[in-house]
């Protein structure tokens, strides 16, 4: 699989430095980084037809992947307000 949509690196684009910082020094945030990066995968496998998956199961990953994201995106926000 090549670019996958909603990668993080293309959801910050402005913050692509404060997101690689938080990802090498903050446990939690790398956690969440790649939980996210796990369900966003899901997510493109099932678009493009290599997984099977319900209707009710893509729906519940794409709710995931943005609770996921709006964690990252304040973590992001407040770590770039304070500099990182």
Wanted: charged share 30%.
């Amino acid at each position: 699989m090549s670019h996958k949509a909603h990668e993080l690196a293309a959801e910050f684009p402005e913050d692509l430095e404060v997101l690689h910082h938080l990802k090498a020094t903050r446990g939690h945030f790398a956690v969440l980084a790649d939980r996210y990066d796990e369900v966003n995968g899901a997510i493109h496998r099932i678009e493009a037809a290599l997984e099977a998956a319900s209707d009710a199961r893509l729906e519940d990953l794409k709710k995931e992947r943005l609770c996921l994201l709006d964690q990252l995106g304040r973590m992001i926000r407040d770590a770039g307000a304070v500099g990182a």
